[in-house]
């Protein structure tokens, strides 16, 4: 917790943030000094204050877990990465597809993906969005194209052209609404401008941010936007994946047992306009998934 200490020296009162951190059997402390008064927008430094202590502490064990996932990847064998792949690739898929309310389990998805088993008595639909996220997934991760609004609109088009082909690859010009949230998505007369600063943004801060704060605010920024009539969700954790690949990070399932606090965290950001809501709890959901790299 963020609290204002006071300090008196030499009869003048000077103000200063202070936090403490645990670090192991340790306590160690970080402040900085407010001045003689304590400033109008104290709240607002308070926020930005613990923003800093948890960018140092949760990027310190992000670059770890980096190096020591690369240097157990360029160990194993090609067939052992492979068969890793597709492990992850039927669970992103299992999970990704469920949030969104498919039927199937995770069973009848692996079968499926991975033996061609169809699972009997489940929607048409459900199986074939299965299928389409699979392939696509694999052809996202050896693409060597930039994000860019037509490669976003040919993955949208991929995953629903046989479900949904009046929607496949098209920008909304209707207004949605998200089932039991209080936030509102932007008009359709919105919908583009905000695409084209989306775009602007990535392409100025993907080399400065670290990758997987880049990853994190692109999930959430183009989710927000919500440009398409229907998945949204499932494009915005495929760029988050494309974002950690294309720069050889590991990969991040969202569970679908996880969901409350994943839509949660999306809607507070949302309806409270502050990005770090949402980026702090995938950060801290990033670090937990990996943490046998931190040891």
């Known amino acids: 917790m963020v609290i204002i200490k006071k300090k008196v020296l030499k009869n003048q009162t000077y103000y200063y943030l202070e936090h403490s951190i645990r670090k192991g059997n340790q306590v160690q402390k970080k402040e900085i000094y407010l001045g003689k008064k304590i400033p109008s927008n104290i709240n607002k430094l308070k926020k930005d204050f613990l923003d800093e ?45 469920r949030i ?30 299965a299928e389409a996220h699979m392939v696509l997934f694999y052809e996202i991760m050896k693409t060597k194209k930039e994000l860019s609004i037509q490669v976003i609109l040919y993955w ?90 294309k720069k050889d990070y590991p990969m991040l399932d969202i569970p679908y047992e996880g969901r409350n606090g994943y839509y949660n965290a999306i809607e507070r950001s949302n309806v409270k306009n502050e990005d770090r809501i949402f980026l702090q709890w995938l950060v801290k959901r990033y670090v937990k998934e990996y943490q046998r790299y931190l040891k």
Not at 179 to 201: N, R, Y
């Open 100 to 129: 969104e309310g498919s039927t199937l389990t995770y069973k009848e998805t692996a079968d499926l993906l991975e033996r061609g088993i169809t699972p009997k008595s489940k929607p048409v639909r459900d199986v074939k969005e």
């Open 156 to 245: 949208h088009w991929k995953l629903f052209q046989l479900t949904k082909p009046d929607i496949a690859g098209k920008i909304r010009k209707h207004q949605v609404a998200i089932s039991g949230s209080k936030f509102i998505p932007p008009s359709p007369v919105e919908v583009t401008p905000m695409l084209d600063d989306f775009f602007k943004w990535y392409k100025t801060n993907q080399k400065t941010l670290n990758v997987v704060e880049l990853a994190a605010l692109a999930h959430l920024k183009f989710v927000t936007i919500h440009p398409f009539a229907d998945g949204n969700g499932r494009i915005s954790r495929l760029i988050m994946n494309y974002i950690l690949n």
């Open 53 to 97: 202590i948890y960018r140092e502490k949760w990027f310190i064990d992000i670059d770890r877990i980096k190096i020591n996932f690369s240097k157990e990847h360029k160990a194993m064998p090609k067939s052992a990465r492979e068969k890793e792949l597709e492990i992850f690739a039927i669970k992103f898929t299992y999970d990704t597809q």
